[in-house]
């Protein structure tokens, strides 16, 4: 698979992705808002490609203290072939460039499937935390 930074003309693609994945889309996934998460980590935001179609997409990015990992996708199609994997030892590979000490990433506690992968790829779950959210208006 070949590995490439996400731009923006991409956008179409890698959306059409996260959705035949499932994945819980809202207000934070529109072209506008996905723009301003590649000015931000533009280089953690990476995808995959077989024969020039994107068919492996991960949204890395770092706030200037941890790192985080969302909307991590790969095609149905192209599943269980190792992709994930492949994708996340680059993004890992990254953030060990920009020697980020912590990476964390949020999994809906139904999705066991993602966390089985994510504990074969070395993560933990973490038992001492509980998350909380604000959303400001
Ligand atoms: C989770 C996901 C990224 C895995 O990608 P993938 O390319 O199928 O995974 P890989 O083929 O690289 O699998 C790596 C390892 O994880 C295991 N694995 C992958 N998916 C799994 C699942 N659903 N249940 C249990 N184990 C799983 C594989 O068996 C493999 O194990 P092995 O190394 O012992 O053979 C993919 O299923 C996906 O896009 N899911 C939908 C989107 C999603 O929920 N993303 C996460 C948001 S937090």
Same mark, same amino acid.
């Not at 035949?20 to 490609?49: M, P």
């Given at each position: 698979m070949k590995i490439e930074q996400f731009t923006i003309e991409m956008y179409p693609e890698v959306y059409e992705i996260w959705k035949?994945?499932?994945?819980?889309?809202?207000?934070?996934?529109?072209?506008?808002? @996905?723009?301003? !998460?590649?000015?931000?980590?533009?280089?953690?935001?990476?995808? =995959?490609?077989?024969?020039?179609?994107? @068919?492996? @997409?991960?949204? =890395? !990015?770092?706030? =200037?203290?941890? =790192?985080? @990992?969302?909307?991590? !996708?790969?095609?149905?199609?192209?599943?269980?072939?190792?992709l994930g994997n492949e994708i996340m030892q680059e993004l890992h590979k990254r953030f060990t460039e920009k020697k980020i000490v912590k990476v964390h990433l949020f999994i809906e506690v139904d999705n066991e499937g993602v966390i089985e992968f994510y504990k074969k790829a070395g993560w933990h779950t973490r038992e001492d935390l509980v998350m909380m959210s604000y959303v400001p208006n």
């Open positions: 035949k994945t499932g994945l819980s889309l809202g207000k934070s996934d529109t072209k506008e808002e @996905v723009q301003r !998460a590649v000015n931000h980590s533009q280089d953690l935001f990476i995808v =995959g490609k077989k024969d020039e179609k994107i @068919v492996a @997409v991960v949204m =890395g !990015a770092f706030d =200037g203290r941890r =790192g985080y @990992v969302h909307h991590l !996708a790969i095609d149905p199609e192209y599943q269980r072939l190792g």
